[in-house]
């Protein structure tokens, strides 16, 4: 995500120069640039730094953890059991919880992970 400045056309188009088929969307006071390959990703920051022009980074969506609430459980339901279950099946669990409403303190049907 590169911050948009008054000379951001040239910038564009000197990242489209280095890392062709880079795709550009428009963000809220942002530019989100979309390279195409993994070497593009790498090129891109690299010259964003080196002119010292504003941007962060994100990590693309297949880095990003998965949350998932189970809904309907009994509420004796034990969260090692769940964790175990998710486990053996390949996923990598950082947290397990029962959520519980807050004002009464009472737990509920729902479970986080």
Do not use: W
Not at 104 to 109: G, Q, R, Y
Request: charged share 25%; aromatic share 8%; net charge positive.
């Amino acid at each position: 995500m590169m911050r948009i400045t008054q000379n951001y056309n040239l910038i564009l188009q000197e990242i489209n120069r280095i890392a062709p088929n880079t795709e550009a969307v428009l963000a809220p006071d942002f530019i989100k640039l979309l390279p195409n390959c993994s070497n593009n990703h790498r090129v891109i920051p690299s010259y964003l730094r080196e002119d010292e022009i504003d941007f962060y980074v994100t990590n693309p969506p297949s880095k990003k953890h998965i949350k998932i609430i189970l809904k309907g459980l009994p509420t004796s339901t034990d969260v090692d059991k769940i964790k175990t279950d998710f486990e053996s099946k390949g996923f990598q669990i950082e947290k397990v919880a029962q959520l519980r409403q807050f004002k009464i303190k009472k737990t509920t049907t729902h479970f986080y992970s």
